[in-house]
């Protein structure tokens, strides 16, 4: 499978392929545990012969029975492609459909190494994010979308291809639903079960609907985040001199040390993994590095002096880096941290999200597998050494924010001091959740993060879109448009003119910009024109993170400032998804878990290829239309202002649009009286 028309003829039995040697040139998942029963191991091998015929089974039998023993899990290693895995010309697929040859394209930028956290074991990011749950799954996929008309969808269960089915040019050719699982059974034991059985996937956001675009795809959130941080609680815009603390520079959190570049602060970065470390510093995305804690506290106080925009890699444990912090506070007076957040995986704390300080990285991915009480155990006590110190920094004037990957969530659960308080209205901690203190209003007018990927894969075709965004953002500008709105876009003009200059492709040919409805909309009808022009080479495909002012319901990041009750429900994620497949999305995807962790979210996305048809353009104007909206609608009833503001723009934009307006309680006194007057 040495070429892209091999790999889209299915799978390969005639004969076999040969077993796969294990290749440690790259690295590759922390071994799982998921504790079958001897009737689950059966049900395990069951599941993954399902897949061949049964002339094959004596070969394959044994084979996946030791992959189910030494991995805790069934890749099929044998069947991974040799061909170079990365986002190819949408040309160059074997496909009768462009829309199925685009979905093909971001399948395979979602696997390529320098994108993909453990390409081998097929986990895109996040330390268990999947985008199939072997390469038999993959390989079939490839197959059907080679051979799909538009008069098919395909359907995908947890990585596994159901297969196609009728439907209409107007459908998505694409269904996927990842992790679905029952609520009663969604705990982190079953899924380790499910998963180990092939039942069942986490597909993470973007890596189970093939819309990942590595690190790229948090970095303008991230420089948000950290800017609207030092305005609100440094009092300041000009971040030159001020230093930002935080951890992982895996898959998403990798974004960390350009985004601090970008905003012109000093970022200090801490990573256990010297392969993640130096990925990042082979890219440019890492500035400098360092594995010696007295060496980091010289390189921040010389960065720090010279007011220099830097990215500091220390190769080992973040809780090592605050307790020193916090030390040399004691010591000498000198707070040497002015922001602090974490963006280690700590969804996923105990199978290599969270590398506990009292083990090397490489004793605790042996530990975690052959001692998992242990292992549970170290890592509840390194969060709460880890809280311990911060809290010592806050104390003393470091404003520190969850970054809504479960930290917090973990934290407490592990008996720190983080100060939680629950309840239907929402949960809070000693911290504040960054989108509860920073993003909710962002995500509230609109604005959340918009893709796009030149399939044609030419940088030239890029650098076209880029000046097609601005220039459509700054025709917005020009208009009359609410303070809150222009600030928002003002940055995105900046960030967007900008981009290019801070190289931060890896993989496809992509770009994230934060938009609102009236700014996708522009821009993707802007495209379409540009394809259709013959300004672009190739097709354009639209997503956004799911992480966004629609997609997501999850009571501790995207949902967590909703303090109506409904913060702990998911009629928006199911509702986005269902209304984005018929109005025009190329492909939808629904997904348990993502971002804070399994059972704890559902969250959904979508893929449109823009193809400069008239049928293109006008499919992208309803579906973002309702894609945002319906995000707007439901924060404008829980109560936001903001919210209420934006969607009565948008009713006034358009007369089809009817949303239901709350009427806000004045006098909270009445509800007191009324109370009072039932326990008389």
């Known amino acids: 499978m040495s070429t892209l028309k091999e790999v889209c003829a299915g799978l390969p039995l005639d004969p076999l392929p040969p077993p796969s040697l294990r290749d440690n040139d790259v690295p590759h998942a922390p071994v799982r545990t998921p504790d079958l029963t001897p009737e689950e191991q059966r049900l395990a091998l069951e599941n993954a012969l399902r897949y061949f015929p049964p ?17 805790g899990h069934i890749y099929m290693y044998r069947f991974r492609p040799t061909v170079e895995m990365r986002a190819y010309p949408i040309g160059e697929y074997p496909a009768r459909s462009r829309q199925a040859a685009a979905i093909m394209h971001m399948i395979m930028n979602n696997l390529d190494p320098r994108v993909a956290q453990f390409p081998h074991e097929l986990v895109t990011y996040g330390g268990n994010g999947q985008a199939f749950s072997n390469w038999a799954q993959f390989l079939l996929v490839m197959h059907y979308l080679s051979e799909m008309s538009e008069e098919q969808t395909l359907v995908l269960y947890s990585g596994h291809p159901m297969g196609l089915f009728p439907s209409t040019p107007n459908a998505p050719r694409v269904v996927i639903t990842n992790g679905m699982v029952i609520p009663n059974y969604s705990s982190r034991e079953m899924y380790e079960k499910l998963f180990a059985m092939g039942a069942s996937m986490y597909g993470q956001m973007t890596a189970g609907s093939f819309c990942y675009i590595g690190p790229q795809g948090i970095v303008h959130g991230t420089t948000l985040t950290v800017l609207n941080a030092a305005r609100k609680h440094l009092h300041t ?31 200090v970065v801490a990573e256990v993994s010297l392969e993640a470390l130096k990925k990042r510093y082979d890219q440019g995305w890492l500035l400098e590095m360092t594995d010696d804690l007295d060496s980091l506290v010289a390189m921040i106080r010389q960065a720090r002096k010279q007011r220099r925009a830097t990215s500091i890699g220390y190769h080992g444990n973040i809780v090592d880096v605050w307790e020193k912090l916090a030390d040399e506070f004691d010591r000498t007076g000198d707070l040497l941290v002015d922001m602090g957040s974490d963006q280690t995986s700590c969804h996923n704390p105990f199978l290599g999200g969270y590398y506990p300080v009292q083990l090397t990285y490489e004793e605790a991915r042996v530990v975690m597998h052959e001692n998992p009480v242990r292992f549970r155990n170290l890592v509840q006590e390194s969060l709460r050494r880890q809280v311990a110190a911060i809290n010592r920094l806050s104390d003393r004037g470091m404003f520190f924010w969850d970054y809504g990957n479960a930290f917090l969530l973990e934290a407490s659960r592990a008996g720190a001091d983080v100060g939680k308080e629950e309840g239907m209205n929402g949960t809070r901690f000693r911290y504040p959740s960054y989108v509860q203190d920073i993003m909710g209003d962002i995500f509230s007018l609109g604005f959340g993060p918009f893709r796009w990927v030149c399939t044609s894969g030419e940088q030239s075709d890029l650098e076209k879109t880029d000046e097609i965004a601005a220039s459509v953002l700054e025709d917005i500008l020009s208009g009359e448009v609410p303070t809150a709105v222009k600030q928002q876009n003002d940055d995105n003009v900046r960030w967007i003119k900008e981009a290019g200059a801070h190289k931060m492709v890896v993989g496809s040919q992509a770009r994230i910009l934060y938009a609102d409805q009236a700014g996708r909309s522009a821009i993707a009808a802007a495209f379409n024109k540009a394809i259709a022009d013959g300004q672009l080479q190739g097709p354009v495909v639209i997503s956004r993170d799911h992480h966004d002012v629609s997609g997501t319901d999850s009571p501790f990041r995207e949902t967590s400032n909703i303090y109506d009750g409904t913060a702990f429900c998911a009629d928006m994620a199911i509702q986005n998804v269902i209304g984005d497949s018929f109005r025009g999305a190329t492909w939808v995807a629904i997904h348990n878990g993502g971002g804070v962790g399994w059972g704890e979210v559902i969250n959904g996305g979508f893929g449109l290829v823009l193809d400069g048809s008239q049928d293109a353009g006008e499919r992208a104007k309803l579906m973002l239309g309702w894609d945002v909206s319906n995000g707007v609608a439901r924060r404008c009833w829980s109560g936001n202002n903001r919210a209420r503001e934006t969607i009565c723009r948008s009713m006034d934009s358009d007369p089809r649009l009817k949303v239901t307006l709350p009427h806000q309680v004045q006098d909270s006194d009445v509800i007191e009286r009324a109370l009072q007057q039932q326990q008389e």
Not at 55 to 71: I, N, Q, S
């Open 237 to 267: 815009s000009d971040l030159s001199g001020k230093v930002f603390v935080t951890s992982g520079l895996g898959g998403m959190s990798g974004a960390q040390a350009k985004a601090a570049v970008i905003c012109g602060c000093v970022g």
């Open 55 to 71: 002339d094959t089974h004596a070969t394959l039998a044994p084979e996946f029975a030791e992959e189910l023993k030494t991995a």
